[in-house]
C-alpha cells in the first residue's frame, strides 16, 4: 500500500492550492478516502471524506464552503481543492484509508497559508 501526497506549499490568505493523492497497492475503488491535517501543537484533524464511488462527501465544519474533494477511480487518485485559505488551514496534510481495523497514511504534504 502507498499513498503519496503532493501539491502543497506557501500561499497567501485567501488563495488557493490543489493537494493530490497518488494511491497504489490495494483496490483504490472499494474504499472511502480521507484527508486529515495535523496543525503545529494540535490534535490530528478529519478535513474532507470521499466514498468509494465519489457519491458522498463529508467535510470538517472548519472547511465546509471551501474545500472541495474529488476522486478519479481510474487514476487512483484523490484530490483536495482548498479555496480561500486562511492562515489557520496551515498544516501538514495527509491522504488516508482504512481497512478493518488497519489505518493507511501517506507522508503528508506541508501547506503554509501566509503573507
Known amino acids: 500500500v502507498q499513498l503519496v501526497e503532493s501539491g502543497g506549499g506557501l500561499v497567501q490568505p485567501g488563495g488557493s492550492l490543489r493537494l493530490s493523492c497518488a494511491a497504489s497497492?490495494?483496490?483504490?475503488?472499494?474504499?472511502?478516502m480521507s484527508w486529515y491535517r495535523r496543525a503545529p501543537g494540535k490534535e490530528r484533524e478529519l478535513v474532507a471524506r470521499?466514498?468509494?464511488?465519489?457519491?458522498?462527501?463529508h467535510y470538517g465544519d472548519s472547511v465546509k464552503g471551501r474545500f472541495t474533494i474529488s476522486r478519479d477511480n481510474a487514476r487512483k487518485m484523490v484530490y483536495l481543492q482548498m479555496n480561500s485559505l486562511k492562515p489557520e488551514d496551515t498544516a501538514v496534510y495527509y491522504c488516508?484509508?482504512?481497512?478493518?481495523?488497519?489505518?493507511?497514511w501517506g507522508q503528508g504534504t506541508q501547506v503554509i497559508v501566509s503573507s
Open positions: 497497492g490495494f483496490s483504490f475503488s472499494s474504499y472511502a
Open positions: 488516508s484509508f482504512s481497512f478493518g481495523a488497519q489505518s493507511y
Open positions: 470521499i466514498g468509494s464511488v465519489g457519491d458522498w462527501m
